[in-house]
């Protein structure tokens, strides 16, 4: 089975800190993604990567930035954290041998942010 | 750009009774089309996906979703809802603009199993 972790289940931190977010996947999957799941939103894309040391802005960059230095490891990093990024956040990851636009995405079990 | 949209943030069904959840997109391209279960406290898992291959598509748990061009729909039903299947379900579209394959998710809608 593919398994997909996340360092933390719920943080808090304060308004200004600077947020570390560690996702790891165990199956050698090429792709990874950063999503925040909102209520009434759904699921938006933060970043993604699909190669070590590569990443692709999604939807909703802005306050946000990546990391990967290993294919297992994807982190994403809230540089100065603020309010309104309180959120739930979900890392995936999918692998491109099952074919391009049919990738099933793995999900973590997701970390709950609140930022005070 | 491909969207989706999910009728109904909130169903609500007895214990037994037919699970219809509502999926429409829009795509300029033919689509694949999923559908996610997130249970409480957990991440999301695939329930199952269309990818041309056959419009009627079975996925885990009896859960089945028919892929209709005409109606740019692809709606998720259950014969019959089990306690269990209180969750939230999202419908997501792959979107390939930008030269990366992408989904794009739905805003989802929230099952309520009652006795």
């Known amino acids: 089975d593919v398994k997909v972790t996340q360092s933390s289940r719920y943080l808090v931190k304060r308004t200004g800190e600077k947020v570390f977010l560690e996702c790891v996947q165990d199956?050698?999957?090429?792709?990874m993604f950063w999503y925040r799941q909102d209520p009434g939103l759904g699921l938006r894309l933060i970043y993604f990567s699909y190669d070590v040391k590569m990443k692709e802005k999604g939807d909703i960059p802005e306050g946000y930035s990546v990391s990967r230095e290993k294919k297992e490891r994807f982190s994403l990093i809230l540089e100065s954290a603020s309010t309104n990024q309180t959120s739930m956040y979900l890392c995936?990851?999918?692998?491109?041998?099952?074919?391009?636009?049919?990738?099933?995405?793995?999900f973590g079990p997701g970390t709950r942010l609140l930022v005070l | 750009a491909q969207s989706v949209t999910q009728l109904g943030s909130h169903v609500s069904v007895s214990e037994g009774a037919l699970v219809l959840l509502r999926c429409n997109y829009s795509?300029?391209?033919?689509?694949?089309l999923f559908w996610y279960v997130q249970y409480p406290n957990q991440g999301l898992q695939l329930l199952l996906k269309y990818t041309s291959a056959a419009t009627l598509v079975k996925g885990i748990n009896d859960f089945e979703a028919e892929f209709k061009k005409s109606e740019t729909s692809f709606h998720l039903t259950k014969p019959s809802a089990h306690m269990s299947d209180a969750a939230e379900y999202f419908c997501?579209?792959?979107?390939?603009?930008?030269?990366?394959?992408?989904?794009?998710f739905g805003a989802g809608t929230r099952l309520a199993v009652h006795p």
């Open positions: 795509s300029s391209v033919p689509p694949y």
């Open positions: 199956m050698d999957h090429e792709n």
């Open positions: 997501a579209v792959s979107d390939f603009s930008g030269g990366y394959n992408k989904l794009i």
């Open positions: 995936a990851s999918s692998s491109v041998q099952q074919g391009v636009y049919q990738e099933t995405q793995y």
